[in-house]
């Protein structure tokens, strides 16, 4: 039997990682370890209890304000802790967030082999964004297997030197996620007040975007308001006090838009889905919104899914606050460009990710 440490501690990760957390569980291959790090506390726990997902250790690192020196050190130490107690044969990590990249890291400087799950995507701009296109190239580097998500990715990999045997084509989990949220005859508060209007969903929250870019794109997003009455706009806005601040200064008071805290990931995805179209500078969301028929207006200047561009799922607007609304006007006022991006393929797999993963596994 193989013992996996799986370790995550964001909202996205804990939303991709449960539901392959799940299906080892469910193969007598495997015994499985548990382990958060507390990267983010009160925004990931709606997502373990969702998926019934109870941690064996919670590293609890958490604090206001917290730098990438905090997240890296606890994490580090933490992790390492613990493989030394449990000694896993394989340490599982997600994506590109601190905490994967300490916990694989901390894998690493104990000889344990790593499995990078959504592995291989790069904008190559290590900058942007900022520090999460280093942390997964640098994952990758250090990683026994790189589960990509789509061929592009794979290639990324290759190209990097990592050896074929090494490389996985297998999707991405936030598809296999989507069993577990998406629900039809769901209602909320924000669906029912945006009746008769058109809903638009907005996400904001990377670390680069504090500041000048966050204060464009809120000036697009009251322009867009303005400018389309028949519009309803609802963000739940991140955790992130810095963002907080940014978000009640610009936008709260204003003629409908809906700042709420962030959504449970079963109210979020029912939203997307009732949703005319999202603004984000968010990575999972961009591989989730097309299963649910949202367009995506990715507030950003770099993306690591370009899959999503090409596949006519999403377009890359950019920081800018004419740019972001010009993109948002195309979409409000041309039908068919809306109607070919809402019903464009989602490149980002079958939803079968999970299955894919724990049967290369069991193999190795
Ligand atoms: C982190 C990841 C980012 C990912 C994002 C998902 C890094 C460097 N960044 O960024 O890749 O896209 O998560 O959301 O790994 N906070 C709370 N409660 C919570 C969560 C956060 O209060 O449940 C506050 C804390 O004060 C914290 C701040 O938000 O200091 C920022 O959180 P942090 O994890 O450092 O960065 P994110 O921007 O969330
Ligand atoms: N999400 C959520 N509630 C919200 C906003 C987002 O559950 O109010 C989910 C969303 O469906 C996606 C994930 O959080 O699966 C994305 O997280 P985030 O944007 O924080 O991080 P990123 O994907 O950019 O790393």
Redesign the pocket.
Known sequence: MKKILAVFG???EA??MCPLIIELKSRSAFSVVVCVTGQHRE?IQ??LDLFGVVPDYDLGIMRPSQTLFDISRDVLSGVGKIIEKEKPDIVAVH???TTAFAAALAAFYSNVPVAHIEAGLRTFDILSPYP?EFNRASIDKISRWCFAPTERSAENLRREGKRDNEIFVVGNT?ID?LKYTASADFTSDVIRAAQGKRLITV?A??RENIGDNMREMFGAIKDIASAFPDTFICY?V?KNPAVRELAKKYLSGCDRIFLCD????V???ST?ARSYLVL??????QE?APSLGCPVIVMRNTTERPEAVEAGTAVLAGVGRREIFSAAERLLTDKTAHDAMKSAKNPFGDGKTSEKIANILEKC
Do not use: C, V
Request: no cysteine; proline share 12%.
């Open positions: 964001t909202r996205p939303i991709k925004m709606p997502s994506g590109d967030t999460e936030a996620a996400t929250h990377r739940p991140h962030p959504m449970d990931t109210s979020f995805h997307l984000t500078d968010s990575g999972g969301i989730e």
